[in-house]
């Protein structure tokens, strides 16, 4: 088996073989208690899909071939040939396949975007522009990753949140925000009958804040545009109630109505922030309408 191959071997089945599960399923990735150390917070994250693993608590992470080097205190070596040896003539699909660097090309060839690195956030700049969203840090670097890529020439970094597809929604000022494709929404199941949805992820993390939080244990969809709103009402449509914290314009308004006519039971949240563009305009001015809004309060 090539080393190549073997870097492939799913995380998320290696640890299940050893009955390792996530403690919170995120769709795309998990989040566990970490198998190599002791670990009360759940601070250690798979991503499915890019088959790679972080520990917050130790700001350590890689491939699964690092990660059994972790778990039996062993060399590159030996943890590699003990991969090779556990699933050497498994069924293909039980390997991670997930994408190559570049991620979108036109027919014309004309652009390519490139991903560099993705990364924790970690970048002076993108803190800055992650504290001025009111946002704590440990919070977005649940959720999101720093995205270094390419254009033509020139490389660019932002802060980056993922879809369903593999694409990242970009941001980096209030000036710039951008997509590497494909666009798509994402969305969070946990099982529940009630789902929140949010017009970018902005909002979704504004509202963990609000929450005191760094989970819900509600499903979620985060549109990453009000134009991929008919893409969502398949999965808004198998549950019981939306809460629909949306943004108070008029294409927010459009994309309540398309989720109403669609769906059993929706709750417009969108007046809990009446006055403000969005969720995190309401968190950053949260101090100046604190009073006003104290009677209502900020729950489901």
Request: glycine share 6%; with cysteine; hydrophobic share 35%.
């Amino acid at each position: 088996m090539a080393l190549s191959d073997i870097k492939q071997i799913s995380i998320r089945e290696y640890l299940r073989n050893k009955s390792i599960l996530p403690k919170k399923d995120f769709g795309y990735y998990g989040m566990y208690f970490c198998p190599f150390r002791e670990d009360h917070n759940t601070s250690f994250k798979v991503d499915y899909r890019k088959n790679i693993w972080y520990d917050f608590g130790t700001n350590e992470g890689g491939s699964i071939i690092d990660l059994d080097m972790k778990m039996n205190n062993c060399t590159f070596h030996e943890a590699a040939t003990r991969l090779e040896k556990d699933f050497s003539g498994r069924d293909l699909n039980f390997f991670s396949f997930h994408r190559g660097n570049t991620l979108d090309k036109k027919k014309n060839n004309e652009t390519s975007i490139i991903i560099h690195d993705i990364s924790e956030i970690s970048h002076r700049k993108l803190i800055e522009w992650v504290n001025a969203r009111k946002i704590d840090l440990s919070l977005a670097n649940l959720y999101c990753r720093e995205v270094h890529y390419q254009v033509r020439n020139r490389v660019y970094f932002s802060v980056g949140f993922e879809n369903d597809k593999g694409g990242y929604e970009l941001s980096s000022s209030p000036s710039f925000k951008g997509c590497i494709p494909p666009k798509e929404i994402t969305t969070m199941k946990s099982g529940h009958e009630t789902c929140l949805a949010f017009e970018g992820f902005w909002d979704f993390l504004s509202y963990l804040t609000l929450q005191k939080t760094d989970k819900t244990r509600y499903d979620v969809v985060i549109l990453n545009s009000v134009a991929n709103i008919k893409k969502a009402l398949p999965f808004l449509k198998e549950h019981k109630n939306i809460c629909a914290f949306l943004d108070n314009d008029e294409s927010g308004r459009k994309a309540f109505q398309m989720i109403k006519l669609s769906c059993f039971s929706v709750d417009d949240m969108s007046i809990r922030y009446t006055g403000y563009k969005d969720l995190n305009d309401y968190l950053c001015g949260k101090k100046q309408v604190q009073e006003m809004k104290k009677s209502r309060g900020f729950r489901l």
